[in-house]
């Protein structure tokens, strides 16, 4: 059985960094990503990160430069740094994986609250 299990949300002042991290089991995984959602909001990519030979990884306009995805393909987990977090980040953070390049996402994490206070 897949599960995700994301960690590390929780409240924080405007500027401050929060990491997320999310551990994967059950299969084995050539894309993981975080996506986000907030109040009377359609859900966001947030960063992906895809394991091909090379790691590469791909940003939401709204956080490049302040939020960074890593992860161990070997142990089906993925992180993400958010720095100068900002009111506007509040939102369920959501940890996905794909088992294919080009597939849609297969399987969703719970999801975990960051809210980020001015």
């Known amino acids: 059985q897949v599960q995700l299990v994301e960690s590390g949300g929780g409240p924080v002042l405007a500027g401050g960094s929060l990491r997320l991290s999310c551990a994967a089991s059950g299969r084995t995984f050539r894309r993981m990503a975080w996506f986000r959602q907030a109040p009377g909001k359609e859900r966001e990519f947030v960063a992906q990160?895809?394991?091909?030979?090379?790691?590469?990884?791909r940003y939401g306009d709204s956080v490049k430069g302040r939020f960074t995805i890593s992860g161990d393909n070997a142990k089906n987990t993925v992180y993400l740094q958010m720095n100068s977090l900002k009111p506007e980040d509040t939102a369920v953070y959501y940890c996905?994986?794909?088992?294919?390049?080009?597939?849609?996402?297969?399987?969703w994490g719970q999801g975990t609250q960051v809210t980020v206070s001015a």
């Open positions: 996905a994986a794909a088992l294919s390049f080009f597939s849609t996402w297969d399987y």
């Open positions: 990160v895809m394991w091909s030979g090379n790691t590469n990884t």
